[in-house]
């Protein structure tokens, strides 16, 4: 089958923060340094290899990418310092950029300025909307209960809502990615019960992100603080959203502290208020191979991130000591940086959230495909040829 | 005629201002149009085109560092433009030597040069000077070795300078040569005994060039003779004070796998063939005489006088051959391929010695064997002859060459070698298997290529990608690779890892360069004057290159670039003419012999032949 070539593939990838890709030269020291490349996976190489040949159809099918955790070994390694390792992070922010239908996530990577003001413009939006809301139906100097400024009751309705509409964004975005790799991608025949097998993955690899723990499985001395700061930070993250998306009426209500809920919401907010710094940190200092290099959008992900979690924070605190006005001012604050935040997941960096355990699954399904075939081959090799 | 130039990947370095250079370029007779195009790599053809038809440019002169690799894009406008594409000039900075103290003066003179259409070389020749009919050579490896041969062998004196005891250099190391696998001794042992035995070579082992004074043609030389303190003349090499010597050290001559006494004789066959002291380790010298001296009573001819004083001696030359050649890079900094860390890691000419028939195994192949020191009370590895041949054999390529971190440049021979190293593994232990680990294989020579089928045909795997590291599995050494063709990650499991190590010129480059104020590279080789028009010649009149210290080549080219600088230094003498230096040219003469060539052509020096 012949396959569509695009030589300008790489001069595009620039955009999504690839480095010079053409400096490599094969030698393949990146794949074998690299943990999780094995026989059915061989990457960063090949993955180089297909961009040099400018194979965008090719790799808009793999699943390597996603593999990959970024512990910037390779690019440690690398002889001719053309980074596999950001080539491979860029890469990813290409997929999620392909697998998004209606190509607002390209335009997000490609450019810086439309992103920061398609997010200043929903935060104002947001803003004056909530303004008008609150004025018209509530009292400024109450925060919870009767006439609340912002009743629990309403911002429960509007998350459902921003909810549902990104979940059916990610859930057509994730269809075409299973389109992409397992229908366009797999060649081989899949057999249906292999994604009933490794279902369990799916979860597993959600709530552990073992993969990323593996990363330091060749390295002397081992640096785990990346993968356990990004596991505090996501579980965090997916606890938080699940106190905001269904108790949100609990969460927000009384000055009186409610433990049965609230303890919740206090954990996660450590791993996220640690997660966040850290980065932010890493990527100032570039403590790691990982952090030297930072794209527009990484920035806006953490710093957005940041902000959201200190002023859910403040609003909290103002809540609690009773000064409901600014209480009342820094939740505005708190929701004019969440709605686009969260309008803004399918379209960015934090989609990896759903795509990463995805690919995982799929990769397994794939590689079961694969050596089950091998095995056959073997045993009828008479019969098939 | 109305000229363009564009200055393509120039930056301002420490004696060069880009700028300065393009005001002096704009003053140009003919100069319409000066750009610099700054360090972009990619120049858009039509930008250029419309550019040559807007200022109707006749000729386009392309200065820089690379300008050669910027011809085709404007080539191809000039085209487009409906321009002669013979009248693109390249004025090629790094080729004519602008760097250093010189480089502003040299880059405009190259540029005025090339904007007259006029070949620098044809301009730029330096008057010549009277010439003292004797030679220096400093290095006697292979190179100094041939240089020096040719030289004597016309009749005229040569000064050969070594620093260590022996000539012969890392060639007199070597087993076999490739890709005719003859015997390296075999050729180079005839050459060193008639150098040794030439009346008109002056043998100066134990010495360095500390001080060099006067101009081309007439050059005084200081050289520091170190004592040798066992007198050449009288010593018959019996051997007598090895034996009582109680003081052991790594032996350089065997890539320090072996130990030596203080007293040695490098190897057996070297030239002068007679002991020296090691003053770095000998008892004696180190306690400033109050201890041991043993082997002066047991000196059957009285040869040895531990007391010998350095020398300086002064000479006066005409000519002065560079052939220092090179060194190892320090590969115990690549660490992830356990250099050092596991025994059986070997570079590559550790491994040469090993291999050697000459060498302390006798030429056996085998691996480590453990021993117990008593004196360090620690275990410590060491080859002995009767230890265990490897079964499984790895040779990785490039280690430390092609590498941005390390150097950048392809060290040339290492390919071959390499190749050479699993043919004589195979030969020695013919069912051990053999892996190559490559990244591209360079068999550039004559012969080469056959020589590398001729390899792959004995059973070597040939394993297409590089391995990054060694690693330790139960004491079983494993290394793993992407198969790049078969697409296959491999893993071996190996006795013995061989690392075709990067070569570095040699440490005393950098004071040479001081006292002759010749330049080097950005690698640290000597540069030449021109890379294709005179590869033997440096900026300095009468200072040539030989081998190794001008860049990384194997031996035949070595011995041929040596005869070519033989043939320079001859050239001077016969003629009594030594070429002076080029920065006595001012850039006013050029320019102004530069203008007499073009009026005389007619202003078309190039197209006319």
């Given at each position: 089958m012949s396959i569509r070539v695009n030589p300008r593939f790489i001069n595009d990838l620039v955009l999504f923060g690839a480095e010079d890709v053409q400096l490599c030269y094969h030698c393949g020291d990146c794949s074998t340094v690299c943990p999780h490349a094995d026989e059915v996976y061989k990457f960063p190489r090949k993955s180089m290899r297909q961009l040099q040949m400018g194979l965008e159809r090719k790799i808009e099918t793999t699943l390597e990418p996603w593999l990959c955790y970024y512990c910037g070994q390779c690019s440690e390694q690398c002889p001719r310092e053309a980074a596999p390792g950001e080539t491979m992070m860029s890469l990813r922010r290409w997929l999620i950029s392909r697998y998004d239908f209606t190509g607002i996530a390209k335009q997000f990577f490609k450019s810086r300025m439309t992103e920061v003001i398609t997010i200043i413009c929903f935060a104002l939006l947001t803003g004056v909307f909530l303004l008008y809301y609150g004025y018209s139906m509530g009292n400024f100097h109450i925060y919870d209960g009767e006439g609340a400024f912002l009743s629990s009751s309403f911002i429960h309705e509007f998350d459902l809502t921003l909810g549902s509409l990104l979940l059916i964004f990610l859930a057509i975005n994730a269809f075409r990615m299973w389109y992409f790799t397992m229908i366009k991608g797999t060649k081989i025949p899949v057999p249906w019960w292999l994604y009933l097998k490794e279902l369990y993955l799916l979860p597993w690899h959600f709530f552990t992100q073992k993969r990323y723990s593996e990363c330091e499985s060749k390295r002397d001395p081992k640096i785990f603080m990346p993968w356990i700061i990004h596991l505090g930070l996501m579980l965090g993250y997916v606890i938080m959203l699940v106190l905001v998306m269904v108790f949100i009426e609990r969460l927000q209500s009384g000055p009186a502290i409610q433990w049965q809920v609230h303890i919740f919401g206090y954990i996660a907010t450590i791993g996220l208020v640690t997660g966040t710094i850290y980065f932010i940190r890493s990527r100032l200092n570039k403590t790691y191979e990982q952090y030297k290099k930072s794209h527009g959008t990484d920035w806006v992900f953490v710093v957005l991130l940041f902000f959201i979690v200190l002023t859910g924070i403040a609003q909290h605190i103002f809540h609690r000591t009773g000064l409901y006005e600014l209480a009342n001012i820094t939740y505005i604050a708190h929701l004019m940086c969440v709605v686009p935040w969260l309008l803004r997941m399918p379209f960015s960096k934090w989609a990896h959230l759903v795509y990463r355990p995805l690919a995982m699954y799929f990769a397994a399904i794939r590689r079961d495909a694969i050596t089950s075939r091998e095995s056959l081959l073997k045993s009828n090799s008479v019969s098939i040829k | 005629m109305r000229t363009g130039v564009f200055f393509c990947q120039v930056e301002n370095g420490k004696n060069l201002n880009v700028d300065a250079i393009a005001k002096y370029t704009a003053n140009l007779p003919g100069v319409e149009f000066v750009q610099i195009l700054g360090t972009a790599a990619r120049i858009e053809v039509n930008v250029l085109t419309d550019l040559i038809k807007m200022k109707s440019l006749e000729r386009v002169v392309i200065a820089g560092d690379m300008p050669g690799y910027f011809k085709p894009v404007f080539t191809k406008a000039m085209a487009l433009a409906g321009g002669n594409t013979d009248e693109i000039q390249l004025a090629s900075f790094k080729e004519r030597g602008a760097s250093g103290e010189f480089a502003q003066d040299r880059a405009k003179a190259v540029i005025a040069c090339a904007s007259m259409a006029v070949p620098f070389s044809l301009v730029a020749i330096p008057a010549g000077n009277p010439v003292n009919h004797s030679t220096l050579v400093i290095g006697a490896g292979i190179a100094g070795i041939q240089a020096a041969l040719e030289i004597a062998n016309a009749g005229k004196q040569v000064y050969l300078v070594e620093q260590t005891g022996t000539i012969g250099g890392h060639m007199a190391m070597f087993d076999k040569t490739f890709p005719t696998l003859d015997c390296a001794a075999c050729i180079l042992t005839p050459k060193m005994v008639s150098v040794g035995q030439h009346e008109m070579i002056h043998l100066l082992t134990n010495s360095n060039v500390t001080e060099v004074t006067g101009k081309p043609g007439s050059y005084r030389a200081k050289i520091h003779q170190r004592a040798r303190r066992i007198d050449v003349k009288s010593c018959v090499s019996c051997g007598l004070c090895v034996d009582v010597c109680p003081v052991k050290v790594e032996s350089e001559f065997d890539a320090k796998i072996s130990l030596r006494k203080a007293v040695y004789i490098p190897f057996p066959q070297a030239v002068p063939n007679a002991f020296l002291i090691d003053e770095k380790n000998c008892t004696y010298v180190l306690s400033g005489g109050k201890k041991c001296g043993v082997c002066v009573n047991k000196c059957p001819k009285e040869c040895i006088n531990l007391d010998e004083i350095d020398k300086i001696i002064d000479i006066e030359v005409g000519n002065i051959v560079l052939a220092t050649g090179y060194e190892l890079l320090d590969v115990g900094k690549i660490e992830q391929y356990g250099y050092g860390v596991y025994p059986d890691v070997l570079t590559s000419l550790e491994f040469e010695r090993l291999t050697n028939a000459s060498g302390f195994t006798g030429g056996k192949i085998v691996t480590k064997t453990k021993r117990f020191n008593k004196r360090t009370q620690q275990e410590e590895w060491f080859f002995s002859p009767d230890g265990v041949p490897p079964r499984n054999v790895a040779i990785i390529h490039c280690v430390g060459s092609r590498n941005k971190k390390y150097?950048?440049?392809?060290?040339?021979v290492c390919c071959m070698y390499s190749l050479k190293f699993a043919h004589l593994i195979k030969e020695k232990i013919p069912n051990a298997n053999c892996y190559e680990f490559y990244i591209d294989m360079r068999a550039f020579g004559k012969g080469y290529e056959e020589f590398a089928e001729r390899i792959k045909q004995e059973g070597t795997f040939v394993v297409r990608g590089h391995s990054a590291f060694v690693t330790m599995n139960n004491g079983q050494m494993v290394v793993r690779g992407e198969d790049i063709i078969n697409d296959k990650m491999v893993e071996f499991q190996v006795d013995m890892v061989i690392l075709a190590v990067g070569l570095i010129p040699a440490s005393g480059n950098e004071e040479l360069s001081r006292i002759l104020g010749i330049t080097r590279d950005s690698d640290g080789w000597f540069s030449e004057l021109d890379y294709n028009g005179s590869p033997t010649d440096t900026e300095k009149g009468c200072i040539y290159v030989a081998g190794m210290c001008q860049g990384p080549k194997d031996i035949p080219d070595t011995v041929a670039q040596a005869a070519a600088v033989a043939a320079g230094v001859l050239r001077t003498i016969t003629s009594g003419k030594g070429v002076g230096h080029l920065s006595s040219l001012s850039l006013n003469e050029i320019e102004t012999r530069a203008k007499n060539i073009h009026t005389l052509s007619g202003g078309h020096y190039v197209n006319q032949s």
């Open positions: - | 150097n950048a440049y392809c060290s040339r």
